[in-house]
């Protein structure tokens, strides 16, 4: 993706000052790059527990002076996770990358006991260029990485209601099974906390703002990657195995030249901003409005902040760019109830956009070096799934790597993780196309479903032969995705018997 963030005069990379990346730009918001070179996160999360003060919480602004604070108390140095000489030496296992993908991999391994170097060109916490809605089972993985108390501590609402809009008809229900709860923390601090974990509980160093420039190859195989410091200093550094974190964008998959397949063009552009004081409903749900073909979103987070996002066809991308804020505001106001819930709303930074996501798997290893996380495959964001992906592909990874490591053979192994990456993911990636490409019913369309809601017997009726209906009217990989998620609440195997996703 070229070119494709909004407004580009007020673009900056975030959080890194390694050397200019040739890569795409990050979008951003100035307000996200630390003063500080780090805050630990338990630190952050003391922080975001103050619930009444949302910008305090997550703003940048306030962790780095909590950060200050929080250095002179612990007495910790800035710039601590740094080259440094004495951590010459060959690692096990070489990360590029360091955010959701590269750190959970890092964090599984070090905790089996490998050495693990992991580099990333930026400087955390810091914002990245994604929302961020953690589903149940998404919540549930956290969980197993351990890293779920300290991402609570920041005080998010637990999301435990689905409400969604067709124009102005209204379906609302229950967002998981009893007892689970979905979550929308923002990047800075689930990564950072991700990465403070797989520092503290194992043998995982971390190196930030250094920018992998390179791989080292021997014979026909990567032994290893030349490294740049944000001062500019150059390393070369061995592992057993390199792995490429580093998002949709990968260097490594280009460097590897790693296949690519089931590859179709950005469907969708995408903008998003963070805004205080949305009046919230009763009960915290997430919220998506499909209005004259937008998708609009409300992901709660803490109490009064609340992450707003549009998805547009590709041909607004442009008038969007002029005025990107007034725009959005215009039409998220315009969305059924919004104008009043808005009234005393205020965007806090600014919003980030794109022109679209492209959508592709990639060849998930080689001699020497494995890919996981949007490096791996990539799709749009409008189903949410890349977060919770790039975690599970981190703990198949892992378990791949302990296995080849203790000597079991690279290619069957390896290949046998990219085939459970692939069977897992293609039925979600389909869907997710589907969706994305889905576009809303005509007028008389929409009469018909106002008949219904305008008749409570009626919408009973339709309820109850929902099972009937559906299969033969849903495109194959929703009816596929529905039937996983009606399973998850108990249904019973429908009569046809489709695969459903894992
Ligand atoms: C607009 C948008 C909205 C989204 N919303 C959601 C959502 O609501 N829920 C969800 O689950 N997913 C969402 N996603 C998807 C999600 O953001 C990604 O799936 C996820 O970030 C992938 O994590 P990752 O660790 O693989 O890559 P990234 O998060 O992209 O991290 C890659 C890291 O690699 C580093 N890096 C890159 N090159 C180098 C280099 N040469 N040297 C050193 N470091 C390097 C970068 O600095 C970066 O920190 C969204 C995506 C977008 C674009």
Same mark, same amino acid.
């Given at each position: 993706?070229?070119?494709?963030?909004t407004?580009?005069?007020?673009?900056?990379?975030?959080?890194?000052?390694?050397?200019?990346?040739?890569?795409?730009? !990050?979008?951003?918001?100035?307000?996200?790059?630390?003063?500080?070179?780090?805050?630990p996160?338990?630190?952050?999360?003391?922080?975001?527990?103050?619930?009444?003060?949302?910008?305090?919480?997550m703003?940048?602004?306030g962790?780095q002076?909590?950060?200050?604070?929080?250095?002179?108390?612990?007495?910790?140095?800035p710039?601590?996770?740094?080259?440094?000489?004495?951590?010459?030496?060959?690692?096990?296992?070489?990360?590029?990358?360091? +955010?959701?993908?590269?750190?959970?991999?890092?964090?599984?391994?070090?905790e089996?006991?490998?050495?693990?170097?992991?580099?990333?060109?930026?400087?955390?916490?810091?914002?990245?260029?994604?929302?961020?809605?953690?589903?149940?089972?998404?919540v549930?993985?956290l969980?197993?990485?351990?890293?779920?108390?300290?991402?609570e501590?920041?005080?998010?609402?637990?999301?435990?209601?689905? +409400?969604?809009?067709i124009?102005?008809?209204?379906?609302?229900?229950?967002?998981?099974?009893e007892?689970?709860?979905?979550?929308?923390?923002?990047?800075?601090?689930?990564?950072?906390?991700?990465?403070?974990?797989?520092?503290?509980?194992?043998?995982?160093?971390?190196?930030e703002?250094?920018?992998?420039?390179?791989?080292i190859?021997?014979?026909?195989? !990567?032994?290893?990657?030349?490294?740049?410091?944000?001062?500019?200093?150059? +390393?070369e550094?061995?592992?057993?195995?390199?792995?490429?974190?580093?998002g949709?964008?990968s260097?490594?998959a280009?460097?590897?030249?790693?296949?690519a397949?089931?590859?179709?063009?950005?469907?969708?552009?995408?903008?998003?901003?963070?805004f205080?004081?949305?009046?919230?409903?009763?009960?915290?749900?997430?919220?998506?409005?499909?209005?004259?073909?937008?998708?609009?979103?409300i992901?709660?987070?803490q109490?009064?902040?609340?992450?707003?996002?549009?998805?547009l066809?590709?041909?607004?991308f442009?008038?969007? +760019?002029?005025?990107p804020?007034?725009?959005?505001e215009?039409?998220?106001?315009?969305?059924?109830?919004?104008?009043?819930?808005l009234?005393?709303?205020?965007?806090?930074?600014?919003?980030?956009?794109?022109?679209?996501?492209?959508?592709?798997?990639?060849?998930?290893?080689?001699?020497?070096?494995?890919?996981?996380?949007?490096?791996?495959?990539?799709k749009?964001?409008?189903?949410?799934?890349?977060?919770?992906?790039?975690?599970?592909?981190?703990?198949?990874?892992?378990?791949?790597?302990?296995?080849?490591?203790?000597?079991?053979?690279?290619?069957?192994?390896?290949s046998?993780?990219?085939?459970?990456?692939?069977e897992?993911?293609?039925p979600?990636?389909?869907a997710?196309?589907?969706?994305?490409?889905?576009?809303?019913?005509t007028?008389?369309?929409l009469?018909?479903?106002?008949?219904?809601?305008a008749?409570p017997?009626?919408?009973?009726?339709?309820?109850?032969?929902l099972?009937?209906?559906?299969?033969?009217?849903?495109?194959?990989?929703?009816?596929?995705?529905l039937?996983?998620?009606?399973?998850?609440?108990?249904?019973?195997?429908?009569?046809?018997?489709?695969?459903?996703?894992?």
């Amino acid at each position: 993706m070229h070119g494709d963030l909004t407004p580009s005069t007020s673009l900056t990379s975030i959080g890194t000052s390694a050397p200019a990346s040739p890569e795409p730009p !990050v979008a951003s918001n100035d307000d996200t790059t630390p003063s500080v070179e780090w805050i630990p996160p338990g630190i952050a999360g003391d922080l975001a527990s103050r619930k009444n003060y949302p910008d305090q919480v997550m703003s940048p602004s306030g962790l780095q002076a909590a950060g200050t604070e929080a250095l002179a108390q612990l007495s910790l140095a800035p710039g601590q996770r740094v080259m440094d000489d004495s951590q010459q030496g060959t690692y096990d296992i070489l990360i590029i990358g360091a +955010r959701v993908a590269g750190a959970s991999l890092a964090l599984l391994l070090g905790e089996r006991g490998y050495r693990v170097l992991m580099v990333d060109r930026d400087l955390f916490p810091s914002d990245t260029f994604s929302t961020h809605f953690l589903n149940s089972r998404v919540v549930a993985l956290l969980n197993q990485l351990g890293v779920l108390a300290d991402i609570e501590a920041a005080g998010f609402r637990h999301i435990t209601r689905s +409400r969604t809009y067709i124009e102005d008809c209204i379906f609302e229900g229950p967002m998981a099974p009893e007892g689970a709860f979905a979550l929308a923390p923002r990047r800075d601090m689930l990564d950072a906390t991700i990465i403070e974990h797989a520092e503290r509980r194992g043998d995982v160093v971390f190196w930030e703002r250094t920018h992998a420039d390179g791989l080292i190859w021997e014979d026909g195989q !990567v032994t290893g990657a030349r490294l740049t410091s944000h001062d500019g200093e150059h +390393r070369e550094v061995r592992a057993r195995v390199v792995v490429g974190a580093d998002g949709k964008y990968s260097k490594v998959a280009k460097w590897v030249r790693a296949a690519a397949y089931h590859e179709v063009a950005p469907l969708r552009s995408v903008y998003y901003g963070y805004f205080q004081d949305v009046t919230p409903l009763l009960e915290t749900a997430v919220e998506l409005f499909f209005v004259q073909d937008r998708i609009g979103y409300i992901f709660p987070m803490q109490p009064g902040l609340d992450c707003l996002a549009l998805e547009l066809q590709p041909e607004e991308f442009a008038p969007f +760019r002029a005025d990107p804020q007034g725009v959005f505001e215009a039409i998220f106001r315009a969305l059924p109830g919004m104008a009043a819930r808005l009234r005393d709303a205020r965007l806090t930074g600014k919003m980030m956009g794109t022109a679209g996501i492209p959508n592709h798997f990639r060849q998930a290893f080689g001699a020497g070096w494995a890919l996981t996380g949007d490096a791996a495959y990539l799709k749009d964001p409008s189903t949410g799934f890349g977060i919770g992906d790039a975690i599970m592909q981190a703990m198949w990874l892992a378990e791949a790597l302990d296995a080849t490591l203790r000597g079991a053979d690279w290619e069957t192994t390896l290949s046998a993780f990219q085939r459970r990456r692939d069977e897992t993911f293609l039925p979600a990636f389909e869907a997710t196309l589907a969706v994305t490409r889905e576009h809303d019913g005509t007028e008389d369309d929409l009469a018909w479903l106002r008949g219904a809601m305008a008749n409570p017997h009626t919408a009973r009726a339709i309820a109850n032969r929902l099972p009937s209906a559906l299969s033969g009217i849903l495109p194959a990989p929703m009816w596929s995705y529905l039937k996983a998620t009606a399973q998850a609440f108990g249904a019973k195997p429908a009569a046809d018997q489709t695969p459903v996703p894992a």
